[in-house]
C-alpha cells in the first residue's frame, strides 16, 4: 500500500483511540483491517506514515499535533492553545500539586524504582500523604516489592498518565538534572598581585612586604566546573 493510502488510515486510528497506541499496535490493527492483502504491512512502512502524519500537522494551520507521549501516539494540543482548553477542565486541569507532592514525584521519577523508605531518606520527612495522594492522582504506581530489603518493602514507579500528564514518552525523557538547574555564570575576581621583597635575618627569617616594590596587577581569576581557580587573560591587555 503507498504511504499517501496509508496515512489517514494511521490518523484515524490514533484520533479513534482512548489511549496512545505505539507502533507495534498500529501494525498490528492496520494488518487486521487489511487482512485482505497478500502482503503484510510491516513496522518500516507504519513508521513512515507516522512521519507523514507528524509532519502535516507540524503546520501552524493545525492547532495539534502528533507527539509520542504516554507510551504511544497520539494527538495534542500545541502549547499556544494549552490556557484555551483549560476552560472546559475547570477546576481539575487547574489543580496543582503540592509542593511536598511534586518534590516526592520528583524523586520517584529521578530514582525509580524506589521505595518508600529511600524517598523519606533523601526528604529527611515522612512521605505516607505525599505517596498516597500520588497514587489516587495516578502519577505513580506500585509496581512489586524490594525483596532484598528487610520487610520487603513496596517499590514505587512513574505510570503511564504521569508521561500522559508531562507530556513524555518514557522516564528517559525527563531532562537531565544539570538541564533543570539554572547555568550560575562565576564572575571573574579581581585579585591584586602583590610583590613582596623578603628579608633575612641571622637565626629567624622574616618575610615583610616591600612598599616601594609593590606593583599592582589586575588578574581575573574563574572558576571551571571542577572548583579549579585558573588565572584568566584580561581581555583589556588583548
Do not use: C
Not at 529521578?110 to 512521605?127: C, D, F, H
Not at 514507579?157 to 508531562?166: G, I, L
Request: proline share 4%; hydrophobic share 35%.
Amino acid at each position: 500500500m503507498e504511504i499517501t493510502n496509508l496515512i489517514p488510515h494511521i490518523e484515524a486510528l490514533i484520533f479513534a483511540s482512548d489511549k496512545p497506541l505505539t507502533s507495534l499496535e498500529l501494525t498490528e490493527l492496520l494488518n487486521n483491517a487489511f487482512g485482505f492483502m497478500e502482503d503484510k504491512l510491516t513496522l518500516d512502512q507504519i513508521e513512515a506514515g507516522i512521519d507523514g502524519v507528524t509532519e502535516k500537522y507540524k503546520s501552524e494551520f493545525y492547532p495539534f499535533e502528533l507527539r509520542q507521549s504516554g507510551g504511544g501516539w497520539q494527538f495534542l494540543t500545541k502549547k499556544d492553545y494549552h490556557k484555551t482548553i483549560a476552560q472546559l477542565n475547570g477546576d481539575k486541569f487547574l489543580k496543582r500539586l503540592s509542593a511536598a507532592a511534586l518534590e516526592t514525584l520528583a524523586i520517584i521519577a529521578y530514582k525509580q524504582p524506589v521505595t518508600k523508605g529511600e524517598i523519606e531518606a533523601i526528604r529527611g520527612v515522612s512521605s505516607d500523604y505525599a505517596v498516597q495522594k500520588l497514587l489516587e492522582k495516578e502519577l505513580i504506581i506500585i509496581t512489586g516489592r524490594n525483596e532484598s530489603m528487610p520487610g520487603h518493602p513496596l517499590v514505587y514507579a512513574t505510570s503511564k498518565t504521569f508521561m500522559d500528564y508531562f507530556g513524555i514518552n518514557t522516564a528517559d525523557d525527563l531532562p537531565k538534572i544539570k538541564e533543570v538547574l539554572a547555568e550560575q555564570m562565576v564572575e571573574p575576581t579581581i585579585m591584586k598581585d602583590m610583590q613582596a621583597d623578603a628579608e633575612h635575618f641571622d637565626g629567624e627569617e622574616e618575610h615583610t612586604a616591600n612598599p616601594d616594590a609593590e606593583t599592582e596587577d589586575d588578574t581575573l581569576l574563574s572558576v571551571t566546573e571542577n572548583g579549579e581557580l585558573i588565572a584568566k587573560e584580561n581581555e583589556d591587555d588583548n
